[in-house]
Nanobody, 122 residues
Framework: VQLQASGGGLVQAGGSLRLSCAAS????????MGWYRQAPGKERELVAY???????RYADSAEGRFTISRDNAKNTAYLQMNSLKPEDTAVYYC?????????????????WGQGTQVTVSS
């Protein structure tokens, strides 16, 4: 299984970016998908998470500005980020909890994509 993240870049404060995370491989089901971020000198933190039933959860810092969604047919999650602030600058990582083909449905594995840099200038 691979997670391919894309969509990062450089944007001015107040701007928008849309991140994508596509999962591929021997996937039976994706239980949940999420976005985390890690700024220099800080620990990795949860930004947003979406369940298999498309119920979203957000960190307080993302609430009202970011929207997470998923396309189950494409095994892809998206993070629409609006009203970006310089403090949103970080490497963003996607995460997925996945059941594999041929394994019991409760036997889930945790996968990480490569990071994508988001830089917000003031």
């Amino acid at each position: 299984v691979q997670l391919q993240a894309s969509g990062g870049g450089l944007v001015q404060a107040g701007g928008s970016l849309r991140l994508s995370c596509a999962a591929s491989g021997s996937i039976s089901a994706i239980k949940g998908m999420g976005w985390y971020r890690q700024a220099p000198g800080k620990e990795r933190e949860l930004v947003a998470y979406i369940t298999i039933g498309s119920v979203p959860r957000y960190a307080d810092s993302a609430e009202g500005r970011f929207t997470i969604s998923r396309d189950n047919a494409k095994n892809t999650a998206y993070l629409q980020m609006n009203s970006l602030k310089p403090e949103d600058t970080a490497v963003y990582y996607c995460n997925a909890v996945i059941s594999l083909v041929g394994r019991p449905v409760f036997d889930t594995r945790n996968y990480w994509g490569q990071g994508t840099q988001v830089t917000v200038s003031s």
